[in-house]
C-alpha cells in the first residue's frame, strides 16, 4: 500500500451534494495514482446507495486511466471500502499489476429505492427468517446488550471531536491536496462540542430505554477514499504491507459485534495480539457499535477510557459516515498514521458490517 487519500467528508445535501458519486471517486482515485507515480490496471470501489452501472469501471474512466483499465464495485455495506481493498489486493497477488481500491457514498445523489411504489429508507441486510433491524434501532440494542450508557456513548462522541480537532495537521494530509474540480470544500466537522450540548439531545428511537442520540450516531455524508495497492517486491520507499485479512459472519441481531472476531482473525494470520499494535482505527458507525468492539478487545476500561492506540485522531463521530467509504477511510487514516512510526509498526482497520458481518486488514509499515 503506497499511497492512501480521502476526499473531504461532508454531510447530505451540502457542499458534495451535486458531484455524482463516479466522479467524487474518479478524483480521488486519480489522486491516489498521481501521489504513487503509477497507473492502476485496475478499480475496486465499495458503494452501498448507487447509482450502479459499475462504479469501478466509471470512476476509472473517469480518472483517466484509459480504456484498458478494469473496474468493478462492491456491496457490503459499511464495510464495502474495506472489502473492496481486500479484492484488489487478491487481484494484484494473482496478476501482479498495480490496483487502486477504496470506497464512494453520496447519499444526497443516490437513487430513490422503492418497493411496492413506495419508497423504502433501508435496503434488506438479511431475508425472512432472520433479525433484520433499523441500523439505529440495532445500535440500541447492542447498548442494551452489553450495558452501554449513553453518558460512556457521548462521552466517546465528545472523544472523536476532540481528537479530530487536535490533529488538524493529520486530517489536512490524508485528504486530497488542492482544489478539487468541484470547487474548494473541506470537512463538515469535526466541530467543539461540551457534554451540556450532547445532553439536550433526544434519542432517536421513540423509546424509554433507547440512548442514540445524534450526537453518537455518525451523520450521513457524501465522500470518497482511495489506496493504491502494488506487488511488494515493486514498493519502495514507506509503505504498508498487508499482513492479514478478514470479513467473518455474526448475528444479524447485533451487527455491530462482528468486528471484533474479524480483528482477532487478521491478528491470528500474522500470529500477532493485540498488545503488538502500534495502532487501530474503528469505524465509528455509532458510539455504542466501537465501544462493543473495544470492550469486546479489552481497549476500553468498561467506562469512559479508551485506549491511546485507538483511533487517535477521532473518525466517522467527528467527521461523518460516507457508507460505502467508511472502510477505506479508517485504512487511509491508518496508513497516514503507521508512516509516523518506525518500521515494523503494526495496525489493525476494522468496521462492522449491516447484517451481521465483521472485515479487519492487518498492515505493517515498511
Same mark, same amino acid.
Given at each position: 500500500m503506497v499511497s492512501g487519500l480521502r476526499t473531504p467528508v461532508t454531510g447530505r445535501s451540502r457542499a458534495l451534494s451535486s458531484v455524482p458519486a463516479h466522479q467524487v471517486a474518479g478524483r480521488v482515485v486519480a489522486a491516489v495514482a498521481e501521489s504513487a507515480d503509477r497507473a492502476p490496471q485496475a478499480v475496486v470501489l465499495g458503494n452501498c446507495t448507487g447509482p450502479g452501472g459499475n462504479l469501478g469501471r466509471v470512476a476509472a474512466l473517469d480518472a483517466g486511466f484509459g480504456e484498458s483499465c478494469v473496474g468493478w464495485g462492491v456491496d457490503a455495506q459499511c464495510g464495502s471500502g474495506l472489502v473492496a481493498v481486500i479484492q484488489a489486493a487478491d487481484h494484484v497477488r494473482r496478476t501482479g499489476a498495480p490496483a487502486a481500491?477504496?470506497?464512494?457514498?453520496?447519499?444526497?445523489?443516490?437513487?430513490?429505492?422503492?418497493?411496492?411504489?413506495?419508497?423504502?429508507?433501508?435496503?434488506?441486510?438479511?431475508?425472512?427468517?432472520?433479525?433484520?433491524?433499523?441500523?439505529?434501532?440495532?445500535?440500541?440494542?447492542?447498548?442494551?446488550?452489553?450495558?452501554?450508557?449513553r453518558a460512556r456513548q457521548e462521552a466517546f462522541a465528545l472523544r472523536s471531536h476532540r481528537l479530530a480537532l487536535q490533529h488538524e495537521t493529520l486530517l489536512r494530509r490524508e485528504r486530497m491536496p488542492g482544489t478539487a474540480p468541484w470547487g474548494s470544500v473541506v470537512d463538515d466537522g469535526p466541530r467543539s462540542l461540551s457534554p451540556g450540548m450532547l445532553a439536550r439531545f433526544r434519542p432517536l428511537v421513540d423509546s424509554p430505554s433507547a440512548t442514540v442520540t445524534p450526537a453518537t450516531a455518525a451523520r450521513i455524508a457524501d465522500g470518497a477514499a482511495a489506496v493504491m495497492l502494488v506487488p511488494?517486491?515493486?514498493?519502495?520507499?514507506?509503505?504498508?504491507?498487508?499482513?492479514?485479512?478478514?470479513?467473518?459472519?455474526?448475528?444479524?441481531?447485533?451487527?455491530? =459485534?462482528?468486528?471484533? $472476531?474479524?480483528?482477532?482473525? !487478521?491478528? %491470528?494470520? @500474522?500470529? &500477532?495480539?493485540?498488545?503488538?499494535? *502500534?495502532? #487501530?482505527?474503528?469505524?465509528?458507525?455509532?458510539?455504542?457499535?466501537?465501544?462493543?468492539?473495544?470492550?469486546?478487545?479489552?481497549?476500553?476500561?468498561?467506562?469512559?477510557?479508551?485506549?491511546?492506540?485507538?483511533?487517535?485522531?477521532?473518525?466517522?463521530?467527528?467527521?461523518?459516515?460516507?457508507?460505502?467509504?467508511?472502510?477505506?477511510?479508517?485504512?487511509?487514516?491508518?496508513?497516514?498514521?503507521? =508512516?509516523?512510526?518506525? $518500521?515494523?509498526?503494526?495496525? !489493525?482497520? %476494522?468496521? @462492522?458490517? &449491516?447484517?451481521?458481518?465483521?472485515? *479487519?486488514? #492487518?498492515?505493517?509499515r515498511r
Open positions: 481500491a477504496g470506497g464512494v457514498e453520496s447519499p444526497s445523489t443516490a437513487p430513490v429505492r422503492m418497493v411496492d411504489g413506495a419508497p423504502i429508507r433501508q435496503a434488506r441486510f438479511a431475508p425472512e427468517g432472520f433479525a433484520d433491524p433499523d441500523m439505529t434501532a440495532a445500535a440500541d440494542d447492542l447498548a442494551a446488550a452489553c450495558d452501554i450508557s511488494a517486491d515493486q514498493a519502495s520507499g514507506p509503505h504498508l504491507v498487508i499482513q492479514g485479512q478478514a470479513l467473518v459472519g455474526g448475528d444479524p441481531a447485533l451487527p455491530g =459485534l462482528a468486528a471484533a $472476531p474479524a480483528v482477532r482473525a !487478521v491478528l %491470528a494470520q @500474522a500470529g &500477532a495480539v493485540v498488545a503488538d499494535l *502500534a495502532a #487501530l482505527e474503528v469505524v465509528e458507525a455509532y458510539a455504542s457499535q466501537a465501544l462493543a468492539t473495544l470492550d469486546d478487545m479489552g481497549l476500553t476500561d468498561g467506562a469512559q477510557v479508551v485506549d491511546p492506540r485507538v483511533n487517535a485522531a477521532g473518525g466517522a463521530l467527528a467527521l461523518g459516515h460516507p457508507w460505502g467509504a467508511s472502510g477505506t477511510m479508517v485504512l487511509v487514516r491508518l496508513l497516514h498514521r503507521l =508512516l509516523e512510526s518506525p $518500521p515494523g509498526a503494526l495496525g !489493525v482497520a %476494522a468496521c @462492522a458490517v &449491516a447484517g451481521g458481518m465483521g472485515a *479487519a486488514m #492487518l498492515v505493517e
